[in-house]
């Protein structure tokens, strides 16, 4: 549904329509949002948070940290998105509309470790809840969910917490993580996903109080389909009482891309100890507890095709909501102007040889089937070591671009770094740019494997050898621009993108 890395989503109607955030990590803005009208096509309208907190941790990218896994919820005549950063604890924005103005972050809860949070408020009782997970990279804990009652008005929690949901105590379970909480048929539901993001299944565990005991049972997994994981998403109904659920799967360097399941209630089956089970039933979803590849549309209106944006022109300078930071941004890296194309400060950086540990990339997720992303490139400044360019991504990273010489000529510059590499490395011989100018291309194939190409006045060339895109621990590979020169004093000049786009191969 899509096909690029929107990990760890999370979904929610409000009258005839649908909303969808995910993890953002240490990108900014962060906390993506998404609408559609149909649970099929989705556009992207803004971001519910502009800068990570607390700042002075994210000056620099720490692109596996921040925003993991929120809840995005309504409630009270407000949206609300719960998240956890594993370094410091579970937070909370809230906002009257789905673009806002959202709340400055609000700490909830503070410690290592919490992660994965999601609020439910009892509209029977008034009572107010949340459950977590545990990342045991930071707390030396997991496979385990915590439950906590809250007050209400979602600044805080109102007890010290109790283990509802021990995963080592479940034969085979192992990495439980990812809770959704709900109130369905009298029961208190937990949807979440156990053993692991790539080999795991999806499992429901019910209780009739939140504080447990709870019965699980497994509801999806990947059985004999080509949908490995199926990992944590989140369960929505539609006006007419469909049930749906979404899912993330993880597709290598193409991050976690989106699968949406029919989902019904009433499976059988029986409870841990062997007895024959009470109440309504338990969630069905996929085909049978098995992914499904094709399957009729929800009972929906029907809507024009449409995908988070891509493309850009970059008008005044400009750009769209589907770029991000790989950090907080500052003043100046960029410029707003009365023409057409993306104007970028030329950063000082002692790391400008990296772009893995600068946080002046913009950034926009892979796309996850074969594609073309092109970009025309001008570099305006004088200053020797000056370059940008257009670069895919990840743990190994791979770029095309412009470089000032020592002897004041522009070269078209092909460089690379491996994962364990510190400094890039030439992938194809420096050639002159007799204009200053460039038109950048990337052929991404099956696999992400990805062909350089420019063109500086006399058609496309090859450069280099085909580059294989690598994700981030937990997420997916980037496309990204950058402008960057040597350490020094004083301005350094600018670089100038323009016509960005991605077509399908």
Partial sequence: MLDADWSDPDVVRVGDDFYLTASSFGRAPGLPLLHSRDLVNWTLVGHALQLLEPAAEFRTPRHDCGVWAPSLRHHDDRFWIFWGDPDQGIFQVNAPEIRGPWTRPHLVKAGKGLIDPCPLWDDETGEAYLVHAWAKSRSGVKNRLTGHRMHPDGTELLDEGKLIVDGDRIPGWFTLEGPKLYKHDGWFWILAPAGGVETGWQGAFRSRGFFGPYEEKIVLEQKDTDVNGPHQGGWVRTPSGEDWFLHFQQRGAYGRVVHLQPMRWGGGGTSRSGEAESGGGWPVLGDDGA????????????????????????????????????????????????????????????????????????????????????????????????????????????????????????????????????????????????????????????????????????????????????PWRWVGALLGLFALAPVGSGHAGAATFAHFRIDSL
């Avoid at 909501?321 to 009365?338: I, L, M």
């Avoid at 460039?438 to 450069?463: H, K, N, Q, W």
């Fill in 291 to 470: 992914p499904v590849a094709v399957h009729k549309k929800p009972d929906l209106p029907p809507q024009p095709p449409a995908a988070p944006a891509t493309d850009d022109d970059f008008p005044g300078g400009r750009f769209g909501r589907q770029w991000s930071w790989t950090a907080n941004p500052r003043e100046g890296w960029a410029t707003q102007h009365s023409g057409d194309g993306l104007r970028l400060s030329c950063v000082r950086s002692a790391d400008a040889h990296d772009l893995r540990k600068l946080p002046n990339v913009l950034t926009q997720r892979l796309p996850g089937t074969p594609s073309a992303v092109e970009v025309e490139l001008a570099l305006h400044s004088e200053e020797p070591g000056a370059r940008a360019g257009l670069a895919v991504l990840g743990d190994a990273f791979g770029w095309i671009g412009l470089e000032r010489g020592a002897d004041g000529a522009v070269h078209l510059v092909h460089r690379f770094a491996e994962a364990v590499a510190e400094k890039e490395r030439d992938a194809d011989h420096p050639r002159l740019a007799p204009q200053g100018r460039v038109r950048l291309r990337i052929e991404i194939g099956a696999g992400a494997r990805c062909r350089f190409r420019y063109d500086t006045g006399d058609g496309l060339r090859p450069s280099g050898p085909v580059f294989a895109a690598t």
